[in-house]
């Protein structure tokens, strides 16, 4: 598969949160910041979720998700943050959205989504 087709795939594994999935194409050499492109009605500034990181964050708010479907987002972030992805858009994708990063707040107890931001939080801290 060529590089552009390869991150194609990696982003719809991360729309379907399908994190084997992720696992292979990453091993198979898909670039983990891979860029899709901007809706073309896409007002210019407004983040939109074309890199896998950002799509984990656009997809964690999705309230039909069950706490499996979001424990498979943090093992994706997790498998992404490993290869390198860079996780700067998608922390401010999610301060957009979401407003400041709730550190007090208990991922397991209040918002089982949290962990998966707290993930990218840490990551980013430590670049």
Not at 40 to 60: E, K, N, S, Y
Request: proline share 9%; net charge negative.
């Amino acid at each position: 598969m060529d590089p552009a087709a390869l991150g194609e795939a990696l982003l719809k594994a991360v729309t379907f949160f399908d994190a084997a999935e992720v696992e292979r194409l990453l091993e198979a050499g898909a670039d983990p910041d891979h860029r899709g492109e901007d809706p073309p009605d896409c007002p210019p500034g407004v983040m939109q979720p074309v890199t896998p990181l950002t799509l984990v964050i656009f997809r964690i708010s999705d309230c039909d998700l069950l706490d499996d479907d979001l424990r498979a987002f943090e093992r994706i972030a997790a498998l992404l943050l490993a290869r390198g992805a860079d996780p700067t858009d998608a922390l401010r994708m999610a301060e957009e959205r979401y407003g400041a990063f709730p550190a007090e707040r208990d991922p397991e107890e209040d918002w089982p989504s949290l962990a998966v931001w707290r993930r990218l939080v840490e990551a980013g801290a430590a670049r």
